[in-house]
């Protein structure tokens, strides 16, 4: 899967590219019966919406699940983001987001890489996410919304919210969210929302300013999010867990493209239980 | 204004009617720039958003201000509720809801008429909303959500929810919705949203299902919703104060249709301040 020049021109302009259905059903199916019994999982991992059992955030599934251990290397997934960084990649995080229906909290306006590069020392925005959807996104569960053209701002300051959900994030000021809408067209397309059925899937940009709402709908909107780093751009300090910011700078091996249809052999490092030092962290530079 | 039958026909099994830009440009302007000063008013009738400044429903604006008074008793907000009720109307609730620019909160999934039965004993259904945008509504900014011909249900066991939000609301069961909407259609049309440009009005049965999400987007969220009942279907109670439930039971006496851009002459009968009795209540029933 090769971009073409006008996707890379797209990306450039906009900071996202979107294709529906790029996975099938069947595909989806495989990935989707495996979430239930990961979300049962009483492990620190598994990050719950507050007051309620509803997971908000699943993380490092490719490390103890075979199915997501396959989409980590699918080549839908990666060589699109080796061609649009132009580098072999490595997995700085892997997450399945569930947005559950009735319960599913907001994500407030924020860019990925303000938090990789405040609390993981991640040198440049050579980083971007790939979402897949596990299940049809509408405007009614809580859609990814995004501010198109304003990854080109870099990065915006922002502050460490601790409070609004349980996942603490960086997010940014409102002011500034009403300028970069404004001047991303206002009511015009000032936020774009791409939509579609599952198995679509969203490439964008680690500055890209981004948000989504609460799912108050009887729909589930489970997500799996890559973020995906070039080798060369890795993170250079441990004050996150390794379970949320990986620290296998290894380069990621696709598998073949029906991988999740057919039989394969993936290493799951994790499978009988999250090491301890995967939560041991370091204030300490890493020298180069 | 007179309703068609096939339009009788669509609210008969819908619940709901839409009429986008049924107001001008000019006749909403002239709302709108009054909304601001109201919303300032540190007065009881104003309900802020929780742990916020920002006005959730500001009550009763027509008692107190000259352009809601007439919009109170604009022909094109009344004429096609008689039409569909077959009989004269008042004014049982009138609000200006803000769901504001990054501070609107949900509306949980509830029926108006829910409330409007249990705390006020208002005998039957036969009184209905009409909801005016003074901003576009748009899918970023809480559009209402509905539930098309849940209305058929009548009236649906709900529970009196005091801790979301500000405002307490009679809310219903997360089971229930789930059914109702896979009832109408799942993601297939199972919920609606009407969305347009300021001016647009939306007339909906008090058993309607609906609830509206939190607004996230730099959009203000403004729409006026005029609760009106037959006359003859008054309410028998007085548990909530008059400013949210009015007890004038006289008939709506509509203006002409250019009342919004011309002079005409309107009571203001709060002007002056809300009257001592307006905050007393009573549980005791009514006699006819």
């Not at 259905?21 to 598994?46: C, G, H, M, T, W």
């Not at 997501?68 to 061609?83: G, N, S, T, W, Y």
């Not at 599913?104 to 959807?133: C, K, S």
């Not at 001047?183 to 989504?212: D, E, Q, Y």
Request: aromatic letters at 12%; a neutral charge; proline letters at 6%.
């Amino acid at each position: 899967m090769k971009l073409t020049q006008n996707q890379h021109n797209y990306f450039d302009k906009e900071g996202y590219l979107f294709f529906p259905e790029l996975f099938s059903k069947e595909e989806i199916q495989y990935l989707a019966d495996e979430v239930p019994k990961l979300y049962e999982l009483r492990e620190e991992y598994n990050f719950r919406e507050k007051g309620s059992n509803a997971v908000r955030t699943n993380f490092a599934a490719h490390l103890y699940s075979k199915p997501f251990a396959k989409l980590a290397r699918h080549p839908r997934m990666i060589k699109p983001v080796e061609d649009l960084l132009g580098e072999r990649l490595y997995m700085h995080q892997f997450k399945i987001n569930g947005k559950m229906a009735f319960e599913g909290d907001v994500w407030q306006w924020h860019q990925d890489y303000g938090t990789w590069v405040n609390d993981d020392l991640m040198p440049t925005e050579r980083a971007m996410n790939v979402a897949i959807f596990l299940d049809e996104v509408n405007e009614f569960n809580g859609p990814l919304l995004f501010i198109p053209g304003s990854h080109k701002k870099g990065v915006i300051k922002a502050k460490h919210d601790t409070a609004t959900t349980s996942y603490p994030l960086w997010t940014l000021d409102n002011n500034l969210i009403t300028q970069l809408v404004k001047r991303a067209g206002g009511i015009n397309g000032g936020i774009v929302s791409p939509k579609g059925p599952a198995g679509s899937v969203i490439f964008f940009h680690g500055c890209l300013v981004h948000s989504s709402s609460i799912n108050i709908s009887p729909f589930n909107r489970i997500s799996v999010y890559l973020s995906l780093c070039a080798v060369s751009n890795h993170i250079r300090r441990f004050k996150r867990k390794a379970y949320i910011a990986h620290r296998d700078f290894t380069p990621i091996k696709c598998l073949p493209d029906d991988c999740l249809v057919k039989e394969y052999k993936v290493d799951l490092p994790w499978e009988n239980g999250v090491p301890t030092s995967a939560f041991e962290t370091s204030l300490e530079e890493l020298s180069d």
